[in-house]
């Protein structure tokens, strides 16, 4: 089976992207950098997105939507935001096609150029910062907490599926607040969302952390983030949560009169996750013979394959057994399918679910029933267990919780093995091109060094992470004095 | 209260532009044309988006997520599609911004254009049968039954809140058939859904039926349609199901194998409602002092509020009392508020959930509470009566329902007796003149006379009704012989 995969070993890059084709997740469209993300990868961003939306609610956040496009003036009023987008900005100048004098189809109507171009929102700051200003007067009018779940577009050439496309589908929370430090502690309570999203339905361990000044969103005055690791060893950005300042206040110049009437800018954060986190669910958890979905965001968490023999009486009781199964397990919340398809043998079935990641799958044949027992078997581990019909609902949603543990398990003491103190620039640069992982080493605190190992490794300072312990040292590449580690990676 | 908000008979469409604006649902944003849709409107989008999902899920349907971008030539493929659609098409040209070497921000890139301009999708066939010409190889691959849950784009230059805008969000579905009738049984189901939608949830009474070729969708062999009734006696088109035939499968190419081999082309349907169904909730049930939401998809559908005194004995009881009640209406699914926000009054209070529609509003206060009563106050008959605190939850609960039901019979009473038929032309235009609704009329059946009814009385044939009475007449304008009756209304 899954024989017509690439393996981890053989090609990594060529292994994922058969996982997210052949696991019928998304594919290329013909629009360049753009993709469809397909039923069965859709169905997982649903459940990711519905447990967010309801972690966001709970935390007091609010949805709303804001225009698709932004005019470019817009977009300038914040100079390092402009700075940071404007070399990937999909630009909208005309209106409306017509049909071309010379015939050979329609073209681009020259006298509907519009008058200011638009771009399509690559992120929605400034769109949502000069509509707070029309919200916002005084200290009642705050805070403001609006969560917006849209598509974006950051023109890119070269492009992964959901790792790195054009176009993504991501939700971004963004709000205003009347202090700095209520502010701040919004931006690390949405970080705690993620990082708790991350484990606990993901089973995806990761490191939180604050961006240095070269990794930090354009625009912020700091960018916390949460870093996980792939299989390979490379880190990947998982979220992020920024503390704006008044930057975007300024820009747009939103003031508000707080108790004492004083008038002062407000204070601003933003936070977002997008479908990416798809990309990173893959590599971290998925192995040789296809995907394997963590449990509590699997589409299908549960398949029944019946094996059926030439007895058509055998064949009613299996079905009505399948029936029955379906019906407990269903009243138990959980997702599952009975795939009696009559075109497809259990063989190719097996092999079709693997590849799809689907947690558990039960066959049920007639010798199984004659006993009273079913074959279970786990994607994680990929076991099998002959389990006893009785209770047998039971065995499987405590299955479902215990495969999500040890998927989050297995990851997170491949991550910890994963990271590697190293105190000279031979071991730094060794790790990095052998185990990989994080490599925790000191550094001077400059942008110059950062930019230069970066030039002669590939690492990136992944983040600094918080609570960090304070030690004194040297910085790998320069020597010179440092208060504390770092966490270095090559990163997606 | 309510005193500055427009009435109907003063300014219909200013009394509209006020419920939307006040009423907490949507402003203009600073791009033409676009909308942002605030806390309050998209609570109710979710609610509707919600019902509707659940409904396509039941119906077999998933969804997935097709790219914003159609390369310009691909809406050309399909003739009457591109004729109805280039008017109202943002084009990207540029995939980058610089740095204005004059100074003055940044400009476009001149040297960043798109060797083919893309169009921001108005809605999205011909990418998506772009799509399905991959995924359709055999009739085993059929049928396809998908939705998109996404934001579309149409130029417009005149543009109201909801009804009208550039921008907006909807739902499209896109399904692949192995034959003519069960793409047409697609159709048709799809028109009872939203149909059942409409009623059952908006509490807003529709009409089904097919349009003329005058008002069909680009695209289409047929357009179904459900039709409703606003209060000033215009229709609004609330959703439409297309019967594509096989001009998509034929312009993309798109052929499967069937069971005995012949290679055939593929049949389509598409279906979509939009966000417009918002202005239609509004128009429909709305009254002088404000909204008046349908409960079952009421972002808020009760809300508390207390009469607090001097004693802060008695305030306490207040608040617990409530809390007791939000307790238990919760466990009952509903959604409530406890409103004890110290820094407005009651009245002010009263006003402000009368204008956003609240379906029920609980008022608590000392004497109440000795009394054992609470007074409850219904939004859609303004009425308002002291109930008992015991099985108060019960109460309210049913209340929900009786307003809901309310609510639609209210509208069909209005909505029947708004359909007048006329035999003469001058009967057509007086009606039309006078109360407006749905003129039934006979109609010779040809686009000519459709069109010149449309200029003389700006009214068009809102659809031809299914099941419609087969009764042999003479055309209302031409005389001509005629065998039915259909349905004509200005509209918006």
């Known amino acids: 089976m899954a024989d017509n995969l690439t393996s981890r070993k053989q090609d990594y890059s060529q292994w994922y992207n058969d996982l997210v084709l052949k696991g019928g997740l998304a594919e290329h469209s013909d629009v360049r950098g753009c993709m469809v993300i397909k039923p069965y990868g859709f169905a997982l961003w649903e459940n990711m997105r519905d447990v967010l939306d309801k972690m966001f609610k709970e935390t007091g956040h609010q949805n709303a939507y804001f225009p ?3 005019p470019k003036s817009y977009l300038s009023k914040e100079a390092s935001h402009v700075e940071g987008f404007a070399k990937e900005c999909a630009v909208v100048t ?13 073209i681009v109507d020259p ?50 599926l959901f790792l790195r496309t054009a176009e993504f589908l991501w939700q971004e929370g963004h709000t205003a607040h009347a202090t700095k430090e209520e502010a701040i502690a919004e931006t690390v309570q949405m970080l705690d969302v993620y990082a708790q999203f991350a484990e606990e339905y993901m089973a995806l361990p990761v490191i939180k952390g604050v961006k240095t000044a070269n990794e930090r969103f354009a625009g912020a005055e700091d960018t916390y983030c949460i870093e996980a690791l792939m299989q390979d060893g490379k880190a990947l950005q998982a979220g992020t949560s920024h503390f704006l300042g008044q930057n975007f206040a300024k820009a747009f110049d939103v003031k508000f009169a707080d108790k004492n009437n004083n008038i002062e800018y407000v204070w601003a954060t ?82 079709e679910y693997e590849l799809r990641g689907v947690p558990v799958r039960i066959a049920l044949g007639a010798r199984d029933l004659e006993n009273n027992v079913a074959e279970v078997a786990r994607r994680d581990e990929k076991t099998k267990t002959s389990t006893s019909l009785d209770g047998l609902t039971d065995y499987v949603s405590n299955l479902l919780e215990e495969i999500q543990q040890n998927m989050y398990n297995k990851a997170l003491t ?62 790998v590449l320069t020597g010179n004095p440092s208060t504390q580690r770092v966490l270095f990676a090559r990163a997606y």
């Open 270 to 351: 933003s936070w977002g996750v997008s479908t990416r986190l798809i990309g990173a669910l893959i590599m971290a958890h998925s192995d040789d013979e296809g995907l394997v979905m963590p449990p509590r965001i699997a589409p299908l968490q549960v398949v029944i394959v019946p094996i059926y023999n030439k007895d058509a009486e055998a064949r009613q009781k299996i079905d009505d057994k399948a029936a029955q199964l379906v019906k407990e397990l269903r009243a138990k919340g959980i997702r599952v399918k009975f795939d009696n398809d009559d075109t497809t043998r259990p063989g190719w079935k097996f092999a």
């Open 94 to 106: 005309h209106y409306r096609l017509k049909n071309d004098p010379n015939g050979g189809g329609v």
């Open 68 to 70: 698709l496009f932004i």
């Open 414 to 475: 491949f991550r910890n093995e994963s990271i590697t103190k190293v105190d000279s620039w031979e071991e730094f640069v060794s790790t990095l091109d052998g185990k990989g992982g994080f490599v925790a080493a000191h550094w001077d605190g400059t942008a110059e060094t950062e930019d230069k190992i970066k030039e002669m490794t590939k690492a990136t300072i992944r983040c600094i992470p918080l609570n960090n312990e304070q030690e004194a040292g040297k910085c």
């Open 111 to 160: 006298e509907a150029k519009l008058e200011e171009e638009l771009i399509v929102r690559p992120t929605s700051e400034t769109i949502i910062w000069s509509t707070y200003k029309g919200w916002i007067q005084s200290y009642r009018d705050l805070p403001i907490l609006v969560n917006q779940w849209a598509n974006v577009v950051r023109w890119e050439m070269r492009t992964r």
